[in-house]
């Protein structure tokens, strides 16, 4: 199977066989504003074709599998953002690993990254749990919200420019359902820094000029078209290229994740959100 069909009853599957699919890049753009919640935007992207060297790549990675997971059925398409629908923070991601995402069906779900980053949000008290192997192990997420800058996962985890514009359409518009109640935004990695930042960009968002260079701990601050200050943060992406040669520390991710929640109104209630 070259990956899950939509309506099949896998967990977390919002999309049936009647959701549209975007077929082009001006395909995303159309279905994802006529998308009114997120549950629709997790239906539309999570069944997009927009990008053919993708969809190619997410399909023969789901048919032909690693010999680990031999015995599993590979989700095989986009992964849709995962978490709060009321979240203060929204975490974006590069994109989904080949075996990870593209074989759970959850962002940073099955993989050391997802290990890592999900350790991180539990300590930081933002998840009921420290792990993340499935989509029916019982994570649940508060106050946080997790998406992928890219929703398909890329060969050598490297997609295009245009790929990378394709899916801009579906983040702006989730970026713009959370914006309500969104006052941290964490990059992760230095193309999720920028996509992040040219999203706001193309929203209206008031952001720094000339943009923010990225590093770990970067911070913008950015005004939202309601005239809300929210602050954007930078870490190393949790690969294993940078959490196995200490480039990125527990540490380093923890005091990052402070900083998210010392913008969390929930721990302000006097103000709300800012
Ligand atoms: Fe669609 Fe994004 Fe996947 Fe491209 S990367 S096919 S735009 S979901």
Redesign the pocket.
């Known amino acids: 199977m070259t990956s899950i069909p939509p309506g099949s009853g896998f967990p977390l599957d919002r999309a049936t066989p009647a959701t549209r699919v ?1 077929r082009t ?1 001006a395909g ?1 753009r159309r279905l994802a504003a006529g998308s009114r919640d997120l549950e629709t935007i997790d239906a539309r ?1 999570s069944v ?4 053919p060297r ?2 190619a790549w997410r399909e023969e990675v789901a048919l032909t599998k690693r010999r680990a997971y031999a015995d599993e059925v590979y989700w095989g398409r ?1 992964i849709q953002g995962f978490g709060d629908p009321l979240a203060h923070l929204l975490v974006v991601g590069l994109a989904p690993a080949a075996h990870g995402g593209n074989r759970t069906g959850r962002v940073f779900t099955g993989d050391r990254s997802g290990d890592w980053i999900i350790a991180a949000l539990h300590r930081a008290g933002y998840a009921n749990q420290a792990t993340s192997v499935s989509v029916d192990d019982g994570l649940e997420l508060h106050g946080v919200r997790i998406v992928a800058a ?3 996962a890329p060969p050598d985890n490297a ?1 295009n420019p245009a ?1 990378r514009a ?2 801009a ?2 983040l702006e518009r989730e970026m713009t359902l959370l914006a309500p109640t969104t006052t941290a935004v964490l990059a992760l990695g230095g193309i999720a820094w920028r996509a992040t930042l040219a999203s706001l960009v193309a929203l209206g968002w008031q952001v720094p000029r000339p943009r923010p260079a990225f590093g770990h701990g970067a911070e913008a601050v950015v005004v939202n078209p309601q005239g809300r200050e929210v602050l954007v943060l930078g870490s190393y992406h949790p690969s294993q290229q940078n959490t196995f040669t200490g480039r990125l520390t527990e540490e380093m991710l923890d005091s990052v994740l402070e900083r998210a929640r010392e913008q969390d109104p929930s721990q302000h209630p006097e103000h709300g959100p800012r």
């Open positions: 975007a890049a995303v992207s997009c074709r927009a990008c993708l969809v986009p890219v929703r398909c997609p790929e394709a899916c359409g579906w």
